[in-house]
Every structure is written in C-alpha cells, then in structure tokens.
C-alpha cells in the first residue's frame, strides 16, 4: 500500500540518511513530511493530520538493515 513511499525511501537513502541520520522520518506522496527522534512521536503526531495508512514511518539510517527484517520460527511436530 505504501510502496511509492517506500520506493521513494529507497531511491533516495543516501541523502535522506545524510539529513536525517538516526532519527524517524514521516514520507507521504514521495515527501518527508516531518522528522521525529522516536517512533512513537512520529506515530501519534502524523495521527493528528493524515489517516493510519497513508504514510510511511522509517527509521533513517544506512544500508539494507534500516528497511529489512529477518524473521525467525520454529515449528515443532509431534
């Protein structure tokens, strides 16, 4: 659903990441609305003023680890 945001983050990692390292940026439409030292404050303050869903929250920092996760699980048969 957000995948423009997300494509956006992407294509422009370097720079936002020399702007806004470290900190929590808000993408809508393919621009960084607001920027935010926690998840939490970027959440509730975006809440404000757009919908749930239509905007992208993403830590802001370098390389493929800021945007990918590796889960992990077990499955036990009897």
């Known amino acids: 659903m957000l995948e423009k945001e997300f494509k956006y983050y992407l294509d422009n990692q370097d720079k936002l990441v020399k702007k806004y390292e ?20 970027a959440f509730y303050e975006t809440l404000k003023e757009h919908k749930l869903g239509t905007f992208l929250i993403q830590l802001c920092l370098p390389g493929e680890e800021s945007h990918t996760a590796t889960f992990h699980s077990r499955v036990v048969f009897n």
């Open 22 to 41: 470290g900190k929590f940026i808000v993408i809508k439409n393919q621009i960084v609305l607001d920027v935010y030292d926690t998840e939490m404050d």
